[in-house]
């Protein structure tokens, strides 16, 4: 009877439980503790230029304190190569398919009919390079999951809650629904970046393990020529750095006898990439007022006194600055190894955590304008949030084979890594400097409207590298000149400052998330950091010898494009619907079509005709309307200057938003 009644109690609530899907089990032949369960999503599901290009998706089993299925999904290079790249978003706890499906994949999602979406391949994914793998992580962030878990999903809040719950009173049945979800467990996710990395090691030695033909070292004894690139973005200048140290230890350790050989294989690294990443508010935090009133828009966002306020903020007595020296010395002496298990080093880097973004990075939201884009009023409505009504469709969980559904960010992990005070834990220059000196190329990347890792904190960072490496990097790498980025015949996409193996990257007209808003350029760049090239023009070069000329500041200034208007989306309410739209839906008025809230019906136009595949449930797994016409490979190598006219965005050609604000203290990396 009891059990009649819940079912009763539920009836009203939506439900969406992913259906089963077949996938292939294996056990790591590197090391048997792993087991690694895969499938080849139906062609289409992630459109790409040639059919040939072959896909995976699946999980890697980690055995450990608690179950972690660390999510997947593998693209090969449009041209066969040695090339793999790893590509990590941040948060912490933000989706990688956040990169694969909005910023550098080899597909983004459209709407091909009225509530029906499908993917067409982009022009400039980064798979026009490279073999690409995105990763999603920690435990429990987007597909990944520990133990599959019924859960209630309120849309209108983003909150998860278990067990299942009825549908509040006075909600409308869409905006409710119950699933099947991680745990929700905070305990069973890594709470540090240090133990991130470690599960991502394990991590990638099931991967390559099970699949040797994507190893870049493979049949390689020093892995000179072929090496693994590590591009991560925002959160990423943290994860990225912590975790390419990891590698190169433990690959230190399996060459001096302390990891056996048996069971493990080299990670060899070649290139570490960071895209707007937030790597030290030690060096970084004073650039937040400074973004907020002496941009290169001309833009003064918020009261100069104010500013000022909080730019002092960090350097007062008790302040930012202190306290994250104090929190580093409590992690030197009492937490070395970075396990987030001592309670008082969590609260003292905790305590830094939110001193320094209350007094030092929230002021900038006086202004009403969104973190990742200076020239964006909330809600952002860029990139659009489409890819989040695909990514929970039963059609696309049932092509890679996904037992829960899919969440853009893991609240668990937010909690873990804010309650050990994970962002002010680790000086992670040191850890580049020495990639770097151990001949690793290192770039920088930065979106010049991008306000919380923005692009003035992001070349200190690289001067703070240049100066910890030390030798020649200490005193050439400033001393070179900004050259433009030649991006292709008839724009310059930014500017460099380079010498050596180091390089960073200004990009016009670009915020958080770069490769959404300059595809192209940001491309160019990545290939060129990828192979060892001239970053501004693409010419093979001496790296050993070669640096830029040209003036020693980044001066270009530019003036902000116009707001776009927001766009609601029910996947996305919280930062993406006005308080209006919000109470529209509540109210149950207007109407939404495709996930958008709309005023009236008359008011959607449908989708635009355009070249598309569908993930389909069908028994040919995949519904193909066009193919791509044009070939889309290699990269561009300049051989003459064009004008300096900047290529901007259009909005309506690029894809989703995924990025949470209104949690000051939780979600302040997102991508």
């Excluded at 067409?120 to 980064?126: I, L, N, V």
């Excluded at 929970?392 to 909690?415: D, K």
């Excluded at 970053?535 to 530019?558: R, W």
Aim: contains cysteine.
């Amino acid at each position: 009877m009891q059990f009649l009644l819940a079912l009763l109690f539920l009836s009203s609530t939506l439900a969406q439980y992913p259906p089963v899907s077949n996938l292939t089990t294996i056990v790591s032949p590197v090391d048997g503790n792993i087991t690694i369960s895969y499938k080849q999503p139906p062609a289409g599901t992630c459109q790409t230029v040639f059919e040939t290009q072959q896909q995976y998706t699946g999980w890697v089993h980690i055995p450990g304190n608690y179950s972690t299925n660390t999510f997947f999904w593998f693209i090969a290079a449009r041209v066969p190569t040695t090339e793999l790249t790893i590509w990590l978003n941040g948060g912490p706890g933000s989706s990688s398919m956040i990169g694969l499906f909005t910023e550098n994949g080899p597909c983004e999602v459209v709407e091909l009919a009225e509530g029906k979406f499908g993917t067409t391949a982009r022009d400039w994914g980064w798979d026009r390079g490279s073999n690409i793998l995105y990763i999603d992580q920690p435990n429990q962030v987007g597909f990944s999951y520990d133990t599959p878990t019924n859960c209630s999903l309120d849309l209108l809040t983003s909150d998860l809650y278990t067990p299942e719950q009825p549908l509040p009173n006075s909600q409308p049945a869409d905006t409710f629904m119950n699933g099947t979800f991680s745990s929700l467990n905070v305990e069973s996710t890594a709470n540090t970046t240090e133990t991130s990395a470690m599960a991502i090691w394990h991590m990638l030695q099931g991967f390559l393990g099970a699949f040797p033909q994507y190893s870049p070292t493979n049949g390689s004894s020093n892995g000179s020529s072929m090496g693994v690139h590590l591009f991560a973005e925002s959160y990423g200048g943290k994860y990225g750095p912590a975790f390419a140290t990891l590698w190169e230890k433990q690959n230190l350790r399996r060459s001096n006898g302390t990891l056996s050989k048996n069971g493990t294989i080299d990670i060899r690294l070649q290139s570490l990439g960071i895209v707007n990443g937030c790597v030290d508010d030690l060096i970084q935090a004073p650039y937040y007022p400074a973004m907020a009133i002496n941009n290169t828009y001309g833009l003064t966002a918020i009261n100069p006194t104010r500013a000022n306020l909080a730019n002092a903020s960090f350097y007062s007595s008790g302040g930012c600055q202190e306290l994250i020296n104090q929190c580093r010395s409590a992690v030197a002496t009492q937490d070395p190894d970075n396990e987030g298990e001592i309670s008082l080093v969590n609260n003292i880097c905790a305590a830094a955590y939110s001193s320094c973004t209350s007094n030092v990075m929230e002021p900038y939201y006086d202004a009403g304008r969104s973190v990742y884009d200076i020239a964006h009023y909330l809600p952002d409505p860029f990139p659009p949030s489409t890819y989040l009504e695909y990514l929970n469709t039963p059609e696309l969980q049932s092509a890679i084979g996904s037992p829960i559904n899919y969440t853009e960010t893991n609240f668990q992990v937010v909690t873990a890594f804010t309650s050990t005070g994970d962002y002010e834990r680790e000086a992670l220059v040191p850890n580049i400097a020495q990639l770097l000196n151990s001949g690793i190329r290192v770039g920088f990347m930065y979106g010049d409207r991008d306000y919380i890792c923005n692009w003035l904190g992001g070349e200190a960072i690289s001067l703070a590298v240049a100066s910890k490496a030390g030798g020649s990097y200490s005193s050439l790498f400033p001393a070179a000149g900004y050259a433009p980025i030649i991006t292709n015949t008839s724009y310059i996409g930014g500017v460099v400052r380079q010498y050596g193996n180091l390089s960073f990257s200004r990009i016009y007209d670009a915020g958080h998330s770069v490769p959404a808003y300059q595809p192209e350029t940001a491309f160019e760049v990545f290939a060129r950091i990828m192979t060892g090239t001239s970053v501004s023009t693409g010419a093979a070069v001496d790296l050993s010898v070669y640096n830029t000329t040209g003036p020693l500041n980044a001066t270009h200034t530019s003036s902000l494009p116009d707001s776009p208007a927001p766009t609601c989306w029910l996947r996305n309410i919280p930062e993406t619907c006005t308080d209006d739209q919000k109470q529209k839906i509540v109210d149950g008025e207007g109407v939404i079509i495709a996930g958008v809230l709309y005023d009236a019906a008359s008011d959607y136009s449908g989708p635009a005709t355009t070249s598309t595949s569908a993930a389909s449930s069908s028994s040919s797994g995949t519904v193909s309307t066009t193919t791509t016409t044009e070939v889309l490979t290699g990269l561009f190598t300049a051989t003459a200057t064009p004008s300096p006219a900047k290529k901007s965005f259009a909005i309506s050609t690029l894809c989703p938003n995924t990025f949470l604000l209104g949690l000051p203290l939780l979600l302040t990396f997102l991508s």
